[in-house]
């Protein structure tokens, strides 16, 4: 290697593999499963950018992952012959932390209590190029840019610093990158075939690449994995364990998709769409870019996951759609502006909310379990998406005064209407806990009226530019005066609320002078059967809740 040039991680990496190689995280197989990701990655970003440059390609048409062991030196390389890297791109791409999403994770490690905890998180979260620290104690990165006529070499023992040199070009791949690794002494048996073996078959057997594995360096290499896109094979041929392999590997996640969706839509537009609501939460599902994960492709081609093929509120969502009517040679830019491509949008979206609303008709827990993680996104779309409101609010779930800590449903909200009783009344906070204990609560309590208890932030957006449902407006119980005399209270043992006494009437003379211009009204109200005041929202402004945030965003 000629011109070594030794440089530091940027501070955000150095953490990263700090506590990556410090973590007790038995799980080290996640490496492998990354770095054939990455591999994939870069085969299908040839092939996107031979679209527009054919000559990138070569004579070596055809993409493949190759891994090849070393077992005497316990080595253990992964070559692709994708779209390589220069020196500065190795330099940007494997020193710095890119991801938003990754950032957040060293966020979450750093602030995970325990130990545990954080080994917990890298289990959850896929941690890329930089997990390959985790079981040698050196990584090399051979590579060369497609077209390219330079080789690189990366190298680094993953403790704070790493170097970049120019090589010769018999040294790296004809095109493409090579991942070396040195594996540290307990982490030998990754250099075995029959672990490996097994590894990719497990967590990268659906990668649209296919995967060779020669178990020495002079081995001659065999298929194990084909390379066929599990897309485009027809459902019935398809196992669970096909569709959640191909979303851990997919989406970098490590649990069971919640739901998964997988069709082909012909007529007007063809297209393939296989997409996953994750089983948890994904790191960056509050990050306020709002980024969608869903990969666009045509005919087998990744162009971009930057198409938003997908509303902001449906975020969570992770798979692709492969289009056969899209033309090839379009530019990312351009694609973003096709009027097919918001066709299918419009189409794909609508189909997503009509599954989940399949998947709360047939497995009710298994929908509240999908509500708890990404309701609060989905209520987005309430005051983002109006066409789709009603279909919104069909799926929406809320714990109220009486559903005892389940999700509620608004059609079982308005079967459960007392007499005389028009609006659905809610209760919005910040703390559903402290929600339940509200004094604005009681004379609705008496009357066995239920309140949706709404304690996300959302939700006072929403809900205020809500019309209603089924014809019931929503209703704030710390707005106005909320109607109630005219609904029996439960217990017909309580005295109904007297007229109003001459007593009151003084304390409601004297509590108007104290208290002046702070107050709008002080009036006696149906609303408390215990309590002695509460302080209300007028009629037609605000209602309480929403004048706090407002407050604390200092407008
Ligand atoms: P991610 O894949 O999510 O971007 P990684 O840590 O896995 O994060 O990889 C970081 C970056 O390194 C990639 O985005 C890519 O630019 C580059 N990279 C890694 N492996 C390869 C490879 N085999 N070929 C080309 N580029 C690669
Ligand atoms: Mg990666």
């Known amino acids: ?38 591999a994939a990655d870069a085969c299908e970003k040839l092939r996107y950018e031979s679209l527009s440059n054919p000559a990138l390609l070569g004579d070596e048409q055809k993409a493949s992952i190759r891994i090849t062991l070393d077992p005497d030196v316990s080595r253990v390389a992964v070559e692709d012959n994708g779209i390589g890297m220069s020196s500065e791109e190795m330099i940007e791409a494997l020193g710095t932390i890119a991801r938003s999403g990754t950032k957040a994770f060293v ?34 990165v051979f590579s060369r840019r497609a077209g390219s006529d330079v080789a690189s070499l990366w190298s680094s023992d993953g403790k704070g610093s790493y170097s970049v040199a120019a090589v010769a070009l018999e040294e790296a791949p004809a095109r493409g990158t090579r991942v070396v690794l040195h594996l540290m002494e307990d982490a030998k048996s990754y250099a075995e075939s029959f672990t490996i073996e097994q590894m990719i078959k497990a967590h990268s057997g659906h990668v649209p690449v296919p995967i060779l594995l020669a178990d020495k360096p002079d081995a001659e290499p065999r298929q194990v994995a084909d390379g066929a896109a599990l897309w485009t094979r027809p459902k019935a041929d398809i196992a669970a364990e096909d569709y959640t392999d191909f979303y851990r590997s997919l989406a970098g996640q490590f649990d ?31 990050d306020p870019q709002r980024k969608g994960r869903m990969k666009l492709y045509v ?76 309701g609060a996104v989905l209520k987005e779309g309430l005051y983002e998406d109006f066409e789709r409101r009603d279909a919104l609010l069909g799926l929406a779930r809320f714990k109220t005064t009486t559903s005892a800590g389940e999700w509620r449903s608004l059609k079982d909200y308005v079967a459960g209407l007392k007499e005389n009783q028009t609006a659905i009344y809610y209760l919005a906070g910040d703390d559903a806990k402290r929600l339940e204990t509200s004094p604005h609560l009681e004379g609705f309590r008496a ?35 909320a109607d109630l005399a005219s609904i029996p209270l439960a217990d017909k043992a309580e005295e109904p609320a007297p007229e109003v006494s001459s007593a009151i009437a003084a304390f409601l003379a004297f509590a108007k002078t104290t208290l ?31 004048e706090q945030i407002l407050a604390s965003a200092g407008r």
């Open 107 to 140: 966020e979450r490690l750093e602030s995970a209590a325990q130990q545990a905890e954080s080994s917990q998180l890298i289990g959850q979260f896929g941690v890329g190029f930089y997990s390959t620290f985790m079981v040698a104690d050196k990584v090399e």
């Open 447 to 481: 009357r066995g009226i239920e309140v949706l208890l709404l304690a996300d932030p959302v939700d006072s957006f929403w809900v205020t530019s809500a019309l209603g449902f089924d014809g019931k407006p929503f209703k704030s119980v710390t707005q106005g005066s």
């Open 256 to 286: 069971d998709p919640a739901l998964t969706i997988h069709f082909r839509a012909e007529g007007r537009q063809e297209y393939t769409m296989l997409a996953f609501v994750p089983g948890s939460r994904p790191f960056d599902l509050f």
């Open 516 to 546: 002046g211009d702070d107050v709008s009204d002080v009036r006696a109200s149906e609303r408390l059967t215990s309590s002695a005041v509460c302080l209300v929202a007028p009629d037609q402004g605000m209602d309480r809740r929403m």
């Open 1 to 38: 290697a000629t011109g070594s040039q030794s440089r530091t991680f940027e501070a955000d990496v150095a953490k990263l593999l700090q506590l990556m190689v410090h973590s007790v995280y038995s799980d080290k197989d996640v490496f492998l499963r990354e770095l054939i990701s990455n």
């Open 299 to 374: 005919r087998r081609v990744l162009i971009t996951d930057e198409a938003d093929l997908l509303p902001g509120y449906l975020r969570f969502m992770r798979g692709l759609i492969d289009s056969a009517d899209l033309p090839l040679n379009v530019s990312r830019e351009m694609i973003q502006e096709s009027p097919l491509l918001s066709a299918i949008r419009k189409a794909v979206t609508g189909r997503v909310l009509s599954e989940l609303d399949k998947l709360a008709g047939n497995d009710a827990a298994a929908y509240a379990k999908v509500w708890e993680n990404f």
